[in-house]
């Protein structure tokens, strides 16, 4: 199974580009291509092709599921640090996606502004991918709707509770989530709660897909009975500076113990990584026995996988 035609030469910038059906195409596309993989069977669909990589922000799943992902598809991946590149001395983004769209097959970049990736996505002739901004992370919800599937057999009618910042990993799920006709309920402290476009855009895609939004600043409220409790750190990459100030701000959105009794008894507990153990999350909760938090990890290179190949083949 090959790439559909729409998907191809297409850009992964934002959940919010994609239907409801071309998610589910690349999830069972993903679920086909782990698989092949588990079972030793060749799968090659960009054999001759590169991913450039550009990296403004530190990674170790990304990047190392991206690289390893083009490995096992036949092609190969370019690390390009964003302190190495001259757009890191201020070369203009039209001028470098011009430039490195003649030399590579599809780019994957992880940086801080939103509007950068889509001004890339705008001049380059190849497709770009979202690695992480500051707004979006859709390729880790990729890698989450897999993993929710694997153990629940479904997206659909399942609820999804978010605790703690409403930042990139927030809004993603969120706009995600809405698209597949999951509900979600986000509990945030005041300050910290997603974005109001985003809070928007997800109640937009949740009326047509007969979904229920849920954004409060009362985590019980948000966790009562989620099928799935999903957290990320408090300080996000850039944020470090804040990381004090923000302790005292979340406390009383930790998941912990406590916390969990609110949701479904089978719930599933979700991170993206990486985690701080006694922050967002209580040790037992991470390390306990609903933690799926190494398949959402390995999925990744599946979910991406499948992104590569619907676009790139
Ligand atoms: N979850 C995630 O994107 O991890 P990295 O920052 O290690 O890539
Ligand atoms: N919200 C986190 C996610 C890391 C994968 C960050 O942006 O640092």
Not at 262 to 290: M, N, Q, T, W
């Amino acid at each position: 199974m090959i790439a559909t035609q729409p998907l191809k030469e297409r850009d992964f910038l934002c959940l919010s580009d994609y239907t409801k059906e071309e998610l589910l195409y690349l999830l069972d596309l993903a679920a086909k291509l782990k698989s092949e993989q588990k079972q030793g069977i060749p799968h090659p669909h960009l054999a001759g092709k590169t991913l450039g990589l550009i990296f403004e922000k530190a990674s170790t799943r990304t990047r190392v599921s991206f690289e390893v992902g083009m490995y096992q598809l036949g092609g190969s991946a370019l690390f390009l640090s964003g302190k190495d590149l001259q757009i890191g001395r201020g070369e203009p983004v039209p001028d470098t996606a011009r430039v490195l769209s003649r030399y590579l097959d599809g780019i994957m970049i992880r940086t801080f502004s939103h509007e950068m990736v889509e001004e890339l996505a705008e001049y380059a002739s190849i497709p770009i991918i979202n690695g992480l901004t500051d707004k979006q992370h859709p390729c880790q919800v990729m890698a989450d709707f897999q993993t929710i599937i694997e153990q629940k057999g479904k997206l659909e009618g399942l609820k999804i509770a978010y605790i703690g910042d409403g930042n990139n990993m927030a809004h993603s799920l969120m706009i995600g989530a809405a698209k597949v006709g999951m509900h979600v309920a986000v509990g945030a402290p005041e300050g910290y709660l997603p974005a109001d476009d985003v809070t928007e855009m997800t109640r937009r895609f949740a009326a047509e897909s007969g979904s229920e939004v849920l954004v409060t600043t009362d985590p019980y409220e948000a966790v009562v009975d989620a099928d799935i409790i999903y957290t990320d750190v408090w300080a996000s990459m850039g944020q470090e500076e804040e990381q004090q100030e923000r302790v005292a701000k979340f406390a009383g959105f930790q998941v912990n113990e406590d916390l969990v009794r609110a949701a479904k008894p089978d719930y599933l507990f979700f991170h993206c990584l990486p985690a701080h153990r006694g922050e967002e999350v209580s040790a037992g909760v991470i390390d306990g026995a609903h933690s799926f938090i190494f398949d959402q990890a390995e999925n990744r290179l599946h979910a991406q996988k499948a992104i590569l190949v619907a676009t790139m083949a």
